[in-house]
């Protein structure tokens, strides 16, 4: 059997090329664009798929750099930190922290549905963690990070039954959610940026806004994700050291919500728009490298 571990610049260009054939397969697939499956789980599972043949026909194993993929997952969870605002939610009144108890409650709900059932199966009751709350309400990305999390505990496959699971709640989430959603745009009149932008006078730049992009606002996204990212690594070891096991994104993503909050109290610009592209790309890679070396 041929096997063959590739390094972190040959991972990072399969990802790459995954990433492109998901993205044209997407638009190609109406089923794809129409339930919003990201282009990287596509691109992913079929290279999965692949790798399964390959084992399984004792032809060949591939083994990937991982070093890449969790900077990557790190550097998502962290821009997620910089959304939480205590400023906007405070904005939104008592709906959010209406909207909030509910999440918590069906997070509650998932995880002891998931673990009941995994004791019935006689399965460990992590995998029944794996099938509730991480995949269903985190989607791909919490799955990918606390996937290796289960598994050192003790529930062999957590990884792929947490992917599984993501995707199934993914696709099962746009079957309910966009029917749904549309009913309501239609009830209030609601309308997509892009269909407001195509109401926009002649006079109008939709382009004349503070959330351009150029190389001063990137590099100031990266300064401040990379900085929660370092202050935030040591977080992890300490709660160790007490007891408590966290995935390694926690404590960057607790140091980009203060230093987001901070900001706020002190009036200092965030460039949000940049932190937030640089998240983006981010993930895609990240659930593409997570998907195509999964077992």
Known sequence: ???????????????VCLLLIGRWIKGKVYFFEKFFIPAPV????????VSLIGYNMQ????????????????????????????KMLKKGGVQVFTFLLVAVILVVIQNVVGVSLAKVFSLNPLIGIAAGSVPLTGGHGTSGAFGPVLEAAG??????????????????????????????MAKHNLKSPREVEMFLDDNEDPSDTKLLLNEDLLFRA????????GIGGFITPLSKNLGIVLPVYIGPMIVAAIIRN????????????????????????????ALMSMR
């Open 222 to 229: 990266i300064v401040y994700i990379v900085l929660a990212m």
């Open 42 to 49: 596509i691109g992913g599972v079929i290279f999965s798929i």
């Open 1 to 15: 059997m041929f096997t063959h571990t590739f390094n972190m610049a040959e991972t990072l260009a399969i990802a």
């Open 262 to 289: 901070i900001a706020d109290g002190a009036k200092i610009e965030i460039p949000l728009n940049a932190i937030n592209v640089v998240g983006n790309i981010a993930l895609q890679l990240f659930l593409a490298m």
């Open 59 to 86: 032809l060949f194993v591939f083994d990937f750099d991982g070093s890449l993929k969790n900077l990557l997952m790190v550097a998502f969870f962290t821009t997620i930190g910089f959304l939480a605002s205590l």
């Open 155 to 184: 529930a062999t496959g957590a990884m792929s039954v947490a992917i599984a699971s993501a995707t199934f709640g993914l696709v099962a989430g746009c079957l309910i959610g966009g029917p749904v959603g549309k009913r309501l």
